[in-house]
């Protein structure tokens, strides 16, 4: 290509004579340039398969999407994140130095390392990318990618579910309330010997009100509230872990909203650290009880929605399946699910010390640095 344009402007030139004579240094000069940019397009084209373009500039293929959501390429590239189709306009991947997101078009379920995040709206594949809701931009991508610093967990509130009158989900003679508070016991234990402070809502078998649980963590200046229960359901099958947050102001709930009301809450002003916290204990339960991932969900739960600290609720698998009911009775099994919870809370508190503002990573890997955990 380059002898051909050379050879055209070389007869073009011969014709020009007093062109040729003038500004053969300026022509020669300017045909390099040309040869270069052209090049340098179609070797950059080449060498970079994987990247994912932008979003079409000719104007007769943009689609229209809400305003209110954003181009999930473009967020990426300010952090300098790398995207990549798994499966063209279905299926986007994106990159930090450590962590890997997936997003699905028309799915309200992102995976982040591999665990589940329900997000508030369907992801939009349009234009040659994807696009998510800001608010969830907000509130489950910067949340977990890029949290802000936030000072230290100092004391951490653990409330066991139910207690006293209320058994909660019941299998058999095995009571909801009994297998909690031994976790949260445990829990306690590893936090404590991690130099942080724990107050708990319950430490024996009483009842108290699901209003007063979240008003003792604030009375005790807590910094974290963390609910602790087992789940129950009508199919044996149903199994696994998962942790909930308060759902964000105006979005529908993972499950049916029960009261309808969509309006914001105290509990809303920790939306991000909600998120940051309910994934980094689901990541561990997840990673160390092996049991099955039901991801970080959304509701507005009694005990979440105005509670004035980061708070989740954790469900630590059914006590109505016969697997995990297995592993809910066995001490050893037990504790690796405090294990998880504690390690949890405490990746979360590492990643809101370190400035992660600019390497953008969730991954703490902060295991060889926690004393005490694999000593239970
Ligand atoms: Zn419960």
New binding site residues.
């Given amino acids: 290509m380059i002898l051909f344009i050379v050879a055209l402007m070389n007869s073009y030139l011969k014709q020009h004579k007093r062109l040729y004579r003038m500004n053969l240094k300026q022509v020669f000069h300017l045909v390099f340039l040309c040869c270069f940019f052209l090049g340098s397009i179609f070797f950059s084209a080449c060498a970079n398969p994987e990247s994912l373009p932008d979003a079409s500039p000719n104007p007769k293929t943009i689609v229209k999407v809400p305003s209110n959501y954003k181009n999930i390429v473009t967020w990426g590239k300010q952090y300098k994140l790398r995207s990549r189709w798994v499966q063209k306009d279905k299926k986007m991947n994106l990159y930090t130095a450590s962590d890997v997101v997936s997003f699905e078009a028309e799915s309200q379920k992102v995976t982040i390392n591999d665990i589940s995040f329900w997000i508030s709206y369907p992801i939009k594949s349009a234009n040659g990318t994807m696009y998510m809701h800001q608010q969830d931009i907000s509130t489950c991508l910067e949340a977990i990618l890029k949290p802000k610093a936030r000072s230290q967990v100092k004391i951490v509130a653990l409330d066991p579910?139910?207690g006293g009158k209320q058994p909660?989900?019941v299998s058999g003679k095995m009571q909801?309330k009994t297998y909690?508070l031994l976790i949260a016991q445990e829990v306690k234990r590893i936090l404590e010997n991690n130099g942080i402070k724990v107050v708990m809502t319950r430490s024996s078998d009483k009842y108290m009100g699901l209003s007063e649980r979240p008003a003792y963590a604030s009375k005790q200046n807590a910094n974290l509230f963390v609910s602790i229960?087992?789940n129950s359901a009508a199919s044996s099958k149903a199994n696994g872990v998962e942790v909930f947050t308060t759902t964000p102001s105006g979005a529908r709930s993972t499950n049916p909203d029960r009261s309808g009301s969509r309006a914001r809450t105290a509990g809303n002003a920790y939306d991000a650290y909600n998120s940051l916290l309910a994934y980094h204990i689901q990541k561990e339960l997840v990673d160390q009880t092996r049991m099955t991932d039901r991801g970080v969900r959304r509701d507005r739960l009694a005990v979440l929605i105005n509670t004035k600290m980061p708070a989740v609720l954790v469900e630590a698998g059914f006590i109505s399946n016969k697997s995990d009911q297995k592993k809910l009775l066995s001490t050893s099994e037990r504790k690796k699910i405090a294990n998880a919870i504690a390690e949890g809370i405490l990746n979360y508190n590492k990643s809101i010390s370190s400035s992660k503002s600019d390497s953008l990573s969730s991954s703490s890997n902060s295991r060889r640095n926690i004393t005490q955990i694999d000593k239970l």
């Fill in positions: 579910g139910h909660g989900a909801e909690v229960h087992l």
